[in-house]
Nanobody, 124 residues
């Protein structure tokens, strides 16, 4: 029932910023922890960040701590990923996903619902 759609990706120079959005339909996001994942060419999918259903807890991968911020607006049924100080190694397709139980971690196995992804390219 739940559907997720990512937006906000694009081409940005190193040091720049982007804000990704994950919009939900078919159900309220109030019941779900939401994670952001990314997959670069030739690499496995990795967890980037996750936020609890109420927004009170967040986790980040070490590679993005201090640069990325996850937050949510449940009234708008949307979760955001603010990405600052972007580096070329951040280039990837970014996916949002929903965990229906709790904030359980950044492993893909916890997430039942996935968006189709949005491309982020960091290049000079």
């Amino acid at each position: 029932q739940l559907q997720l759609v990512e937006s906000g990706g694009g081409l940005v120079q190193p040091g720049g910023s982007l804000r990704l959005s994950c919009a939900a339909s078919g159900s309220t996001l109030d019941y779900y922890a939401i994670g952001w994942f990314r997959q670069a060419p030739g690499k496995e999918r990795e967890g980037v960040s996750v936020i609890s259903s109420g927004g009170g807890r967040t986790n980040y991968a070490d590679s993005v701590k201090g640069r990325f911020t996850i937050f949510r607006d449940n009234a708008k049924n949307t979760v955001y990923l603010q990405m600052n100080s972007l580096k070329p190694e951040d280039t990837a397709v970014y996916y949002c996903a929903a965990d229906p139980v709790a904030l359980r971690g950044l492993e893909s196995r916890w997430y039942d619902y996935w968006g189709r992804g949005t491309q982020v390219t960091v290049s000079s």
